[in-house]
């Protein structure tokens, strides 16, 4: 286990191989990056229509991640007077829970799109005048269910009592997307893991339980101006490239990245 960690950790001490990593040379779509970046930045209002040469701020190896140890109790006394109280502490552990082979922070230039133009015009109508079966044949029964849910009404007729009232949004066609236009700037922590050999349940695991303890130890905004913040970190699973004369029982590279995208993760397979 430890040579195949240990090469690679001496391999990316070079930037030129860090690079290669996140943008392989027969990568020409940067789809690897992009996917990087997709876990991390949800689109919005906007798609990443292309992206440039990340430029890497910081690289760190065997970086450990410590989850806080999360107790919650209550106290509550009845007589002679009611009281309650309720508590939270969070208690440093001793120990890492996790270790990351190699964090970089990146900064990663991309050229996005708008897909929603401005709001132009609102306009309302109440469901006063509107017959159940009417209302189900232009929004659907999971339009009727979810309005049900928001308002808290127990059925239709409680929302025609309240004089519940729909609302209709109208958008401005989004602008043509301009080539020319400044690139954005998105920064983006990449965080590496090696796998000396193809487990891919030992692997999942891991990589499962190191996102959810970085995103519990890292404080981070959940939205951004383009859409929602998925994780603290995009996850990247460098495994041992296939042999020239792979078994043919063994699952494919192309099989293992398709397995870990399903996931949020990205997979790399390096010699």
Do not use: N
């Amino acid at each position: 286990m430890s040579g195949f960690v240990d090469r690679l950790m001496i391999r990316y001490l070079d930037p030129v191989k860090v690079e290669e990593l996140l943008v392989p040379a027969d990568d020409t779509g940067q789809s690897r990056l992009r996917a990087l970046l997709a876990a991390v930045y949800e689109p919005g209002v906007m798609e990443v229509r292309s992206t440039r040469k990340p430029v890497v701020t910081a690289r760190h190896y065997q970086v450990p991640v410590t989850v806080p140890l999360a107790v919650r109790g209550s106290w509550e006394k009845i007589l002679p007077a009611p009281e309650q109280t309720r508590a939270g502490l969070e208690i440093p552990t001793s120990r890492p829970a996790h270790w990351i082979d190699l964090c970089l922070d990146t900064v990663v230039p991309v050229q996005v799109a708008p897909t929603a133009g401005a709001l132009e015009a609102i306009g309302s109508e109440t469901v006063a005048h509107v017959s159940e079966e009417d209302f189900i044949a232009k929004f659907g029964r999971p339009g009727l269910e979810e309005l049900l849910r928001l308002t808290g009404a127990a059925d239709y007729q409680e929302l025609q009592a309240d004089s519940a009232r729909l609302y209709r949004l109208h958008y401005t066609e989004p602008p043509p997307f301009d080539p020319a236009a400044p690139s954005r700037s998105f920064r983006l922590r990449i965080s590496v893991l090696f796998f000396p050999d193809l487990d891919l349940a030992a692997a999942l695991r891991r990589l499962v339980g190191s996102r959810q303890a970085l995103d519990r130890a890292s404080a981070r905004p959940d939205t951004y101006d383009g859409g929602e913040l998925l994780a603290a970190s995009a996850w990247l699973a460098v495994f041992p490239a296939s042999p020239r004369q792979p078994d043919p029982a063994a699952p494919t590279e192309d099989q293992v990245s398709d397995l870990l995208a399903a996931e949020g993760f990205v997979a790399a397979f390096e010699a």
